[in-house]
């Protein structure tokens, strides 16, 4: 018999000082920072939960206002981190993302569609409401898996925005999509 569903509250992190194609791993931004202490505001009511953040510094960054609100420190988890850009030099990216996000996920190289069957796995796996602050391609990845569509990029998640999913019988479920961005992600 299976047990109640698993809410998953998948965070886009805060806006980052620089683009992709400057950084392997920005910070955030001033106004990325501000938007990292809403988000904690908006959440605190759910809590106190596991919280679990990507390795990359704007997301461990977008996380911490909710650590020290709840008083729990974040579980670091690489699957959930950013699509892995293969060795590409940072003014190479824009142009490998833009066709990635394009795409669809049987058409991409084997090594993203693994990516993608560990992200989607790491989260299916989760057996207690978490909150877990990630990236947009992850984000994406997550809700085609929930609704079943193959496609790399289904909605653009903006910055700090709140995606819900719940794991039943260990498969993602579509809650609610979050806000999309008002600006693109390059």
């Not at 490998?96 to 058409?107: A, H, Q, T, Y």
């Not at 260990?170 to 809650?175: A, K, Q, S, T």
Request: proline fraction near 11%; glycine fraction near 6%.
């Amino acid at each position: 018999m299976n047990g109640p569903p698993v809410r998953l509250y998948l965070v886009r992190h805060g806006k980052a000082a620089v683009s992709f194609t400057e950084s392997q791993d920005a910070p955030l931004d001033p106004s990325g920072l501000a938007q990292a202490e809403a988000l904690a505001a908006r959440l605190a009511p759910h809590g106190p939960l596991p919280i679990v953040s990507s390795p990359m510094r704007r997301a461990r960054e977008t996380a911490a206002p909710l650590e020290q609100l709840w008083g729990r420190p974040a579980r670091i988890e690489p699957a959930i981190s950013e699509i892995p850009s293969p060795g590409l030099p940072l003014a190479e990216r824009a142009r490998w993302l833009r066709g990635i996000l394009g795409s669809r996920w049987p058409l991409v190289a084997p090594s993203l569609v693994a990516w993608r069957i560990t992200l989607v796995a790491t989260l299916a796996a989760i057996a207690e409401p978490t909150v877990l602050v990630s990236h947009y391609v992850a984000i994406n990845a997550a809700v085609g898996a929930a609704v079943g569509d193959d496609r790399v990029t289904l909605f653009a998640p903006d910055t700090c925005s709140v995606t819900v999913l719940d794991v039943e019988a260990g498969r993602l479920r579509l809650v609610e999509r979050g806000p999309e961005a008002e600006t693109p992600v390059l």
